[in-house]
Each structure stands twice: as structure tokens, then as C-alpha cells.
């Protein structure tokens, strides 16, 4: 069964702590992964995607990168304005059953000043 | 652009009750999906949609119905509401296939059924 998982389930950080959040999934047929951020009561909002195992991407603080098993999103130096749920999916399949995403329960980050 | 709008924001409704989630978007995207997202368990899809006159089944289908006669709406209907389906409802839009595309999400519509 397709499934993935984000850990930890909340991390806080002081301001400036660098550290990274791991996303591991087991898929049959990787399309993409995707990362997302949601604040408190908002939808998720489009961060990142990666396709293929080597891959890395980069905004401002955050670098998402990509293995065969897991993603780790790296967060430097980070600032309150960066605390929010992050959430991490993946897209699997073929054909037509391609068009569905398959989300982590996210990982909540709070960075305190 | 407005992006993608949702209403109500809030609902409250009881076990029997009929309603519709209404959901907009005007950036002309082909893909529209339903999501509810419910603590411990992650964005589930419900329904999505590749196309006007075009519909498909998620992972999480039953109690819920979606038409799309236009490219801009993609409403959610529940048929006979039940205490499970208390939620958050989440619609999301993409120009074309999320593998390729950025999914923009509404602002979600906060659902309780008593």
C-alpha cells in the first residue's frame, strides 16, 4: 500500500537553529513529491516539487531534496514568520491513477524569537 | 485573480441534512480536486476533476457527489450528512496535471455535523 510519512510530528526551533524535516514514502511508481506549507486555518500553499532521486530545490530558507526513500526538507536559519505545518506528498501510479496525491500528516514547526 | 474561493467558510448542519460546498476558481485550470483533511490523518482526496463534464473518485468517495459543468466550478454535494463527515474541506485547482502544475488550495470550508 502507498504510504508516506513525515516525521517528527512537531519540532520547535529557535530562531537562526537550523535543522531539517524528513518525509519517507513507499510508492509503487514515483511521479513526483511534493512539499507544501499550511499556517493555521488557510489551505496548503505550494512550495516545491521534485521528481527524481539527486534532485534538489531551493527558496530562500528551505532546500527540498530527494533520495530514492525520503525527502528532507532543510530549513536554514530559520525565522518565526516560518512557523507553519508542512506537509509532505507524493504521486504515484500510472495512467489514470495518476492523478491523486497521497499526503503525510505534516510535521508543525514553531520557531521562537 | 481571486484564485480559488470557497464558501461557506464555516457550516453547521445535522445528521440527515443535504448541502453543497461551492468552489470557484478563475485562473481557467483544467484539474479541480476535493480534499477533507482531519487530525492525525493527512489531506485525503474525495473527488477530482480533469475537465469540464469530466469526474473521477479519490480515496474517500461515499457520501459525497461532484458535477463539473463549468471550468470554473466544481461544487461538492453531501447527500445525507453524517457525524464522520465533520471535517475541513479543502478545494484545489491546477492549470493541468499536478505532476507538472502547481495545485493552488482554497481556504477551506470548517464542516460540523451534530
Known amino acids: 500500500e502507498d504510504q508516506v510519512t513525515q516525521s517528527p510530528e512537531a519540532l520547535r526551533l529557535q530562531e537562526g537553529e537550523s535543522s531539517s524535516l524528513n518525509c519517507s514514502y513507499t510508492?509503487?511508481?514515483?511521479?513526483?513529491l511534493f512539499w507544501y506549507r499550511q499556517d493555521p486555518g488557510k489551505g496548503p500553499e505550494f512550495l516545491f516539487t521534485?521528481?527524481?532521486a539527486g534532485e534538489e530545490k531551493e527558496k530562500e530558507r528551505l532546500k527540498a531534496t530527494l533520495t530514492k526513500k525520503e525527502s528532507f526538507l532543510h530549513i536554514t536559519a530559520p525565522k518565526p514568520e516560518d512557523s507553519a505545518t508542512y506537509l509532505c506528498a507524493v504521486q504515484a501510479g500510472y495512467g489514470g491513477a495518476t492523478n491523486k496525491l497521497i499526503f503525510g500528516t505534516g510535521t508543525l514547526l514553531a520557531v521562537q524569537p | 485573480n481571486a484564485g480559488v474561493t470557497q464558501t461557506p467558510k464555516f457550516q453547521v448542519l445535522k445528521t440527515g441534512q443535504s448541502m453543497t460546498l461551492q468552489c470557484a476558481q478563475d485562473m481557467n485550470h483544467e484539474y479541480m480536486s476535493w480534499y477533507r483533511q482531519d487530525p492525525g490523518m493527512g489531506l485525503r482526496l474525495i473527488h477530482y476533476s480533469v475537465g469540464a463534464g469530466i469526474t473521477d473518485q479519490g480515496e474517500v468517495p461515499n457520501g459525497y457527489n461532484v458535477s463539473r459543468s463549468t471550468t470554473e466550478d466544481f461544487p461538492l454535494r453531501l447527500l445525507s450528512a453524517a457525524p464522520s463527515q465533520t471535517s475541513v474541506y479543502f478545494c484545489?485547482?491546477?492549470?493541468?496535471?499536478?505532476?507538472?502544475?502547481?495545485?493552488?488550495f482554497g481556504p477551506g470550508t470548517r464542516l460540523t455535523v451534530l
Open positions: 510508492v509503487s511508481g514515483l511521479r513526483g
Open positions: 521534485l521528481y527524481s
Open positions: 484545489a485547482s491546477s492549470l493541468g496535471s499536478f505532476s507538472y502544475n502547481e495545485q493552488f
